[in-house]
């Protein structure tokens, strides 16, 4: 999938220079599809200033929001001083980190919360600008299903509705638990993943058709949130894109449309094409370990 459907794909679609499998290896309806995304397990963000409201924009949306209120505009505070990232509200003193690292010679670094604020990341005059009682610092603290019922309670609000579109597809990938403001460099490779798939679901339809490929996504995940993993990757064919799924859970194989099985043993007893075919013929292919184990849950 990685080193040679992917490289193919993205050379014959996009003119795509670099090494990869010679041209002509590929055939079939390339043209069906316009891009090809691999969705792998590679941070997001190597830093902490990056998280899942900013990878989504939903920042930007509730930074307009808070430059909308009445202190705010009283105080001139545009939209970017409700930034992190940038001079103007956040803290001078950890730069908006919230925390101090102190490097130690023999040792790993040392990260002491921030004295001049506490940790919030913000200066007073910034915190001291509420929206329906919550301040920048508290927003960040919510996490994403918070956030839904607390910007969702307004249905008139036209900024609140568009936070809502942007945050929603976080919960619907079961990162409902994240906190918006949660750095990105914490996120475990399988949240990594889901974040941009939920990037991908926030962009709506009328996207030109794309194959998408995720290297096992359900790494980590609880059973019941693979259910929602399942209705977010429903949700992407729906739109009119194409999934293939590198997995070895039976909850999405069997809910594939066509599996291709290698084996017939992991590792080097494997790399052979067992089946290609339907779910429900899998399972009466002796050779295929998958096939019995898809028989029981099946059942
Ligand atoms: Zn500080």
Redesign the pocket.
């Known amino acids: 999938m990685r080193d040679i459907l992917f490289p193919s794909l993205k050379r014959q679609l996009q003119d795509y220079g670099g090494n990869g499998p010679a041209d002509g290896v590929l055939t079939g309806d390339v043209h069906r599809i316009s891009s090809v995304e691999y969705i792998d397990q590679n941070p997001i963000g190597r830093s902490s200033r990056s998280n899942p409201v900013t990878y989504l924009k939903a920042y930007d949306e509730i930074r307009q929001l808070f430059s909308r209120q009445a202190l705010a505009k009283l105080r001139n505070l545009k939209p970017g001083y409700f930034s992190f990232n940038i001079p103007g509200g956040?803290?001078?003193?950890?730069?908006?980190?919230?925390?101090?690292k102190v490097e130690m010679q023999f040792m790993a670094d040392i990260h002491l919360t921030?004295?001049?604020?506490?940790?919030?990341?913000f200066k007073e005059e910034v915190l001291e600008i509420k929206y329906k009682d919550k301040n920048i610092a508290d927003i960040l603290e919510l996490t994403v299903s918070q956030a839904l019922s607390f910007f969702g309670e307004d249905k008139s609000g036209t900024a609140e509705k568009k936070i809502v579109e942007k945050i929603q597809p976080l919960e619907e990938v079961g990162l409902g638990y994240l906190r918006l403001g949660q750095p990105s460099n914490t996120l475990s490779g399988g949240e990594a993943q889901r974040v941009k798939l939920a990037f991908f679901l926030s962009k709506g339809a009328g996207n030109d058709p794309t194959l998408f490929i995720f290297d096992e996504p359900t790494t980590g995940l609880h059973i019941h949130d693979i259910s929602k993993l399942l209705h977010a990757l429903n949700a992407l064919i729906e739109k009119g894109h194409s999934i293939v799924v590198i997995e070895h859970n039976l909850e999405i194989v069997k809910s594939a449309d066509w599996i291709t099985d290698l084996g017939p043993e992991g590792g080097e007893q494997g790399g052979e094409l067992v089946f290609a075919g339907l779910p429900e013929d899998l399972i009466s292919c002796k050779d295929s370990h998958t096939g019995h184990y898809l028989k029981m849950a099946l059942r």
């Open positions: 956040r803290c001078e003193k950890c730069e908006g980190e919230g925390e101090i921030c004295d001049a604020c506490g940790g919030k990341r």
